[in-house]
Structures are given as C-alpha cells and as structure tokens.
C-alpha cells in the first residue's frame, strides 16, 4: 500500500486555490502542482508560434512535438517546454484566456492529465484545477471546492495584478467579465469541465482570509481520510 498522499483542489478564477495549496503543501511538507500552469504552458507556446487555439488540428499537430516537463526545485514547481523554463511568462490575461480556450481540446486535456496522473504516482501533492476530483484523481485521499463570488475574484485578480505591476488599466468590470467568461468556458465544455462532485468539501471563500480558508482545509484533513 502507498502511504502517498493526494488532496484535489478544483474551483473556478480567482478562487484563490493555487495560493491556498502552495501554503498547505509547505505546512504538510508534500509538493503542490498548479495543473492551470500546464494549460498554460500549452496556451503560451501555441501564441509564440502563432498557431489559432480554434484550430484544433494545429493545435493537436503542437502537441505532438511538444516536450512538457514538470519539475521540482527546492519544492518549487517548475515547467519546461521543449527544454526552455515558460514560467516568468505565463501569467498574462492574454495567455489566461488562450489557456481556458485550449483547454477545451481533449488531446491537450489527455496529454496533461497524463503527466499529472504520472506526478501522483510518485509524489504526495496537493493538485489544483478544475478537473482534478471528477476526472484526473477521482480517488484522491481529500477533494475540496473553493470558491467565491465573480466580483470577490476578480477583485482578487486585480489586486493580484497591480501587486505584479501586470493589466493595471483593467476596471474592476472588465474584470469581472472576463472572469464569468473564463467560468463559462472552463464549466460548459464538453470534456472534463469544471464541476463541484458531491464528494468534495465545498469552501466559500467570498467572506473568508486566506488564513481562515487554510485552517478550514487543514481541520478537514487532520480529522483524517473521508
Ligand atoms: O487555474 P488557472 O487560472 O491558472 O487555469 C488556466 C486555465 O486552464 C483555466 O481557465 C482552464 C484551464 N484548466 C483546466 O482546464 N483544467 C485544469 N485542471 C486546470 C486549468
């Protein structure tokens, strides 16, 4: 039996998941894999070769000479495509939408849930995105679902933004418009969307710290497996 470890964190924008799992895998000493980073990824490589994200058989062609890998540097998540380092550039709105639309592609979905199902095989993780419970580990030990309303995240996003000097001439509107868009692209596709299941403990984040959502998830997990 492995004594591996495996908590899913789905949710939608902005729900602050990935800063949620970076805390908790420091506090339980396990390694956190943000999958939106893989989408990402993708998303980043396709806008440098100029490829259109509608065009799934461009897109799938991409894929076959596409080399990801993740790694681990002093705990520190880190993605290579085709041997180049991608992560200083793919925190862009540009790449953040580029990122929901491709991630409609099953071939791009298949391929990524690969090599995050291969992470689990190997390491205890706490694992975010929008499919993790439902669909890439359906068995994990915990499931949770974060959340808060459209208008708290994308606040959040444009706090977050300012704070990295990136989309300072965004309103708060614009914000909260590209954030129900990204929701209906990640909820409504076909393959693997974002869905609450009925066995993940479910967090409104909307009235809560970052601190208080940390101690709710930690409780949860230190009561012991589901
Ligand atoms: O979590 P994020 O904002 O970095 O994710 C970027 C996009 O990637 C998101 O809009 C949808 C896609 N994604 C996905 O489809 N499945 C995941 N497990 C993670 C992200």
């Not at 964190?9 to 895998?25: E, F, L, N």
Request: proline letters at 2%; zero cysteines.
């Amino acid at each position: 039996m492995s004594n591996r470890i495996s908590i899913a964190v789905d949710g939608p924008a902005g729900s602050g998941k990935s800063t949620i799992s970076k805390i908790i895998a420091n506090k339980l000493n396990i390694l956190h894999l943000d999958t939106g980073a893989m989408y990402r990824a993708v998303a980043l490589t396709a806008l440098e070769k100029g490829i259109s994200i509608s065009d799934v058989k461009a897109v799938e062609g991409l894929l076959k000479g596409l080399d990801m890998v993740v790694t681990y540097e002093d705990g520190v998540q880190r993605i290579f495509v085709n041997g180049i380092d991608v992560m200083g550039r793919i925190r862009t709105a540009e790449v953040s939408k580029a990122a929901s639309d491709i991630a409609v592609i099953p071939a791009v979905r298949i391929k990524l849930v690969e090599i995050q199902r291969a992470l689990s095989e190997k390491y205890s993780l706490i694992i975010d995105g929008r499919d993790i419970g439902s669909y890439v580990l359906p068995n994990a030990d915990y499931k949770f679902y974060i959340t808060a309303t459209p208008e708290e995240r994308a606040r959040r996003r444009l706090k977050e933004q300012q704070s990295k000097g990136l989309e300072t001439n965004k309103s708060l509107d614009e914000m909260v418009k590209e954030i129900i868009a990204r929701d209906k692209t990640d909820s409504t596709r076909e393959f693997a969307p974002l869905v609450r299941t009925e066995d993940a403990h479910y967090i409104d984040t909307t009235d809560m710290s970052i601190e208080q959502v940390v101690s709710a998830v930690l409780d949860i997990i230190q009561k012991g497996k589901q």
